[in-house]
């Protein structure tokens, strides 16, 4: 096991050491060295490049609230010894990638407890695309009294067809309404010329008429990004902290040379649908049929329901 990144030229060597049985590699290291080294070492980590060694690997974020042996006095002690710009680094695994992450927001301020929410809240779903590239989805519930967007779920799988991830999506409700993006209206080979969304309407998916925009018809991305921001920077953006999968992308989700970097942003960018369509977010219809009064009782908002 290597505890920090050791030079390349004996990273390079130690995998002609490991040649018999099942031998493997451990590497620890946290990612403020080298910027835009995400991973530990390029050589054996990074996605998206071709692999010098026929290594399987795999990564395992890790934060110091996983580090059980210590006490939470004992972790806030040993993160205020760390220099600033080192915190996040070598407190939760953040790297320093490209020219700067898209949401410079702390965690904290993002993050909230699950709870059962209100009935009342309109919600919507967004979908990503995806084949190679993981397909996304989330579900956002809004608090329309404070303004607050929550992502409350989310769900992300690589080389499925419409069909078994509208299966999936489906258990959130049949009823809830799912933004997609322009690309969504392109015709596939897969679905033989039928447009993907298409595709997921077929298979039972509630997928919204037109795909994600603005109210004023644009679909800017970076607006979608600054809307999201603002949300977060102004406390009316939560997540469920149990949704590990979006928390892997937002702590990763960068910018280099100026330009959004499009990997491992599933997530984030069904995220982005999601909040530019906000508008479309209704209540789940179960809930008004609920909430109907008995037979003969006067009903002043019964023919609203």
């Known amino acids: 096991m290597a505890a920090k990144r050791p030079d390349e030229g004996v990273l390079q ?6 040649s018999g049985g099942t031998p493997f590699i451990r590497l620890g290291a946290a990612p403020i060295h080298r910027p ?28 110091i609230d996983d580090a059980g042996h210590y006490t939470p006095e004992q972790r806030a002690e040993i993160v205020a010894a760390y220099s600033e710009h ?25 993050a909230c407890e699950p709870f059962k929410l209100p ?41 499925q067809t419409p069909a078994m991830q509208a299966l999936a999506l489906k258990a959130w409700g049949d009823w809830l309404p799912f933004a997609w993006p322009r690309d969504g209206s392109r015709e596939t080979l897969e679905g033989a010329g039928v447009a993907l969304a298409k595709q997921y309407a077929a298979h039972g998916l509630n997928m919204l008429i037109s ?35 979006w928390f892997e992308e937002f702590r990763l989700f960068h910018r ?15 995220t982005r649908y999601g909040v530019m369509m906000l508008r479309e977010a209704i209540v789940d219809p179960a809930e008004f049929k609920a909430a109907r009064r008995p037979a003969g009782q006067s009903d002043p908002l019964g023919a609203f329901r």
Do not use: C
């Not at 060597?13 to 490991?18: D, E, F, N, Q, S």
């Not at 109210?215 to 949300?231: I, K, N, Q, T």
């Open 256 to 270: 280099k040379n100026g330009q959004v970097v499009k990997l491992r942003d599933d997530l984030m960018a069904a």
């Open 211 to 245: 795909h994600a925009r603005f109210a004023d018809g644009s679909a800017s991305v970076e607006a979608g990004l600054m809307e999201m921001l603002d949300r977060m920077q102004s406390g009316r953006f939560k997540v469920f902290s149990t949704l590990h999968a």
């Open 36 to 63: 835009g080294a995400s991973h530990g070492s390029r050589l054996v980590l990074r996605r998206g490049r071709r692999e010098r060694f026929a290594m399987s690997r795999h990564v395992t974020f890790m934060t």
């Open 86 to 110: 080192e915190r996040e680094a070598r407190a939760k695994g953040i790297p320093v990638l490209g020219s700067g992450r898209i949401f410079p927001v702390a965690e904290e301020m993002v």
């Open 13 to 18: 060597g130690t995998p002609a050491r490991l």
């Open 119 to 159: 009935r009342w809240w309109p919600r919507i779903g967004a979908l990503d695309f995806g084949w190679d590239h993981p397909s996304a989805a989330v579900e956002l519930a809004w608090d329309t009294e404070a303004d607050v967007v929550y992502v409350t779920k989310a769900h992300r799988a690589s080389q």
